[in-house]
């Protein structure tokens, strides 16, 4: 095994390189993946710009698949040529969130390529434990797609989804395309996603959407047509708070919003409590993961969502750094998905 291997490493907030870095061994407890697909993630743009806390260098990368390389000690049942994907969070199991049921909220927690160094790498280090078997028929950008899957699955869990429910959608990227799907297979009605992009908008069709509506001066009328009366279900995939403020009004009373997409931790919005409690209204947070990576995982071996039509472009780790400053924008783009 070479001593060395190619990464992207953020030196520290704007700055990132490829460039050969330590080939990481592994421990008791661990085993070393040669890593054949990392999807690029917003939580990857936030800490190349240091707008998540973490510690320099890292080498970032969470969403990822790849085959086993090397085995330490006392690490179970794996074997090197095993193809696998990783759950990428760390938890203790020892404090009181991880008792509880709750390990997405571990006081303790660690993540890969988040708090320590991840898969935008020839091979990355991970616990036995967070490992996953995948099948051969698996492509490993499909594999490396169960972590934004199984996000998507959680909150799908928190929202509690009801036969027949009709469900808006804010935001046509990736996380918004999943939850389009999981939605539609889930027992929705109607599932209607409103995006800026129309070559987005073009892929929720050919994935199930109901109706598509695209984002502009005429977007409230056109939402409000195609149920006069409001959704049960209104999900934010977009991360922009006035997106989010606006989207109460198409809430049906008894209606639940889902917020999906990450604002910025300084974003306020402005509410009325009086219209929640008049209306009935619920308002539903979802944060990361939570043991759904075993259900994620069934869902994309037994067909139920499609990712492959999100996965555009595939890079090499070289592209990475212009795309970070900005060498390709958000539009251009569904899943980037770096083949190191």
Request: charged share 20%; hydrophobic share 45%; aromatic share 6%.
């Amino acid at each position: 095994m070479s001593e060395t291997m190619r990464a992207i490493v953020f030196e520290a907030p704007g700055q990132v390189s490829v460039k050969e870095v330590p080939y990481p061994a592994p421990g008791p407890g661990e085993v070393t993946i040669e890593v054949e697909a990392c999807g690029l993630c917003g939580t990857d743009c936030h800490l190349f710009h240091g707008d998540f806390p973490a510690q320099y260098p890292l080498i970032p990368g969470h969403e990822f698949a790849g085959v086993i390389a090397e085995v330490g000690l006392d690490s179970g049942d794996w074997h090197i040529g095993d193809r696998v994907t990783v759950d990428p969070n760390i938890a203790c199991g020892q404090c009181h969130f991880c008792r509880s049921g709750h390990a997405n909220h571990c006081l303790n927690h660690q993540a890969i390529g988040v708090t320590r160094d991840g898969a935008f790498a020839e091979f990355v280090v991970v616990p036995a434990r967070n490992v996953y078997a995948i099948e051969e028929e698996l492509t490993f950008n499909e594999a490396a797609m169960v972590e934004p899957l199984s996000c998507v699955v959680y909150g799908l869990q928190r929202l509690r989804l009801q036969a027949g429910d009709q469900v808006l959608i804010f935001g046509a990227g990736p996380m918004g395309l999943l939850l389009m799907q999981g939605c539609k297979y889930g027992g929705a009605s109607t599932v209607t996603i409103v995006d800026l992009n129309e070559e987005r908008l073009a892929v929720a069709r050919s994935l199930g959407a109901t109706c598509t509506v695209l984002a502009d001066d005429r977007q409230e009328a056109a939402i409000k047509k195609i149920t006069p009366y409001g959704y049960d279900v209104v999900i934010d995939a977009t991360g922009v708070p006035s997106v989010v403020e606006g989207s109460l009004q198409y809430l049906k009373s008894g209606g639940k919003l889902l917020l999906f997409g990450v604002c910025p931790t300084e974003a306020k919005i402005v509410i009325s409590p009086f219209e929640v409690y008049r209306r009935d209204l619920e308002i539903i947070g979802t944060f990361a993961l939570c043991h759904t990576f075993d259900a994620a995982l069934a869902l994309l071996q037994n067909h139920v969502i499609q990712v492959e039509p999100l996965i555009r472009p595939v890079l090499s780790l070289e592209d990475v750094p212009a795309v970070l400053k900005g060498g390709r924008t958000a539009l251009d783009v569904l899943k980037a998905m770096v083949r190191p």
